[in-house]
């Protein structure tokens, strides 16, 4: 992929399947330059090709120092800008070739830290027409990250072992003056394929994951939206508290429409 960016994929992984393996392969067929944290535990599993670019010492740190490590390996390689992938999300070479060509039109000002690239439910449109809008948080996958604002930041934070890592990567970008924007219409990224759970589709068309989730992880997403709550509150912006908090609620509801439909759809194939 010829970029005037010096630009990686980062993915972090655990326990890795075929499907996952096969798209990090596709990454090497292609001369995409990428660089995998593995947090799978045991020995070394990974093809003697891959081995090259994936980091790992055999042991589960968790996705937020598994980010943590992947952003100050970026900086320290002298890469501009890293964009991440969950192991589970689907994306193709025409996703990357769509997302170098977004950027050369657009050329997005350094005081962008982050830019979210969608396409559920949106579809495909040539990346010069394809404006960016501002928003106020961003999930990990898909995020194509300023490292000059991820440096500036101290990358990701470890404190937490998975929940909450990319809502606190995102307020701290806007706490230190950067921007974040959403841009559509990216083909070939697909979030919820290979995402455990039922997808139900509404009236309008759009698609909705209906997972229902361990008490152990909600706890913990809870736990880490009330941490970001508090500190929006005492540090500012506060309109964040706001977000976080009904985010709060915005779970817990979304966990009994999961629970609800899930059994609901169960139900009426049978």
């Known amino acids: 992929m010829k970029s005037s960016l010096k ?7 655990y326990y890795p399947d075929n499907q996952t393996l096969q798209r990090i392969r596709m990454l090497l067929d292609n001369g995409i330059e990428f660089v995998v944290i593995d947090n799978t535990p045991g020995d070394d599993f990974w093809p003697m090709p891959l081995r090259s670019r994936v980091i790992r010492d055999g ?8 980010l943590k490590k992947l952003g100050e390996w970026a900086v320290k390689e002298k890469y501009t800008h890293l964009l991440y992938f969950d192991q589970d999300v689907i994306f193709t070479v025409d996703s990357l070739v769509w997302i ?9 000002k350094e005081s962008v830290g982050l830019i979210w690239f969608n396409y559920q439910n949106k579809g495909v449109r040539s990346p010069e027409f394809s404006a960016p809008y501002t928003i106020k948080l961003a999930i990990s996958a898909g995020s194509f990250i300023n490292l000059k604002a991820l440096d500036a930041i101290g ?4 404190r937490w072992f998975l929940e909450g890592i990319d809502y606190d990567f995102c307020f701290r970008l806007v706490q230190h003056g950067y921007q974040l924007l959403g841009v559509d219409h990216c083909p070939g990224i697909d979030y919820l394929a290979n995402q455990p759970g039922v997808i139900r589709i509404d009236n309008m068309g759009n698609s909705h994951l209906l997972r229902i989730q361990p008490m152990k992880r909600l706890w913990s997403f809870w736990s880490a939206l009330l941490d970001l709550t508090w500190r929006a509150l005492w540090e500012g912006p506060r309109d964040y508290a706001y977000i976080f908090s009904r985010n709060i609620l915005t779970y817990a509801y979304d966990q009994l429409n999961s629970i ?9 194939k049978k």
Request: net charge positive; proline share 3%.
């Open 7 to 13: 630009l990686v994929v980062g993915i972090v992984t």
């Open 100 to 108: 170098d060509r977004w950027y050369g039109h657009h050329q997005p």
């Open 155 to 158: 990358g990701h934070t470890d």
């Open 260 to 268: 609800f439909w899930t059994y609901w759809i169960k139900l009426w």
């Open 59 to 66: 042991r589960n740190w968790g996705l937020g120092l598994g």
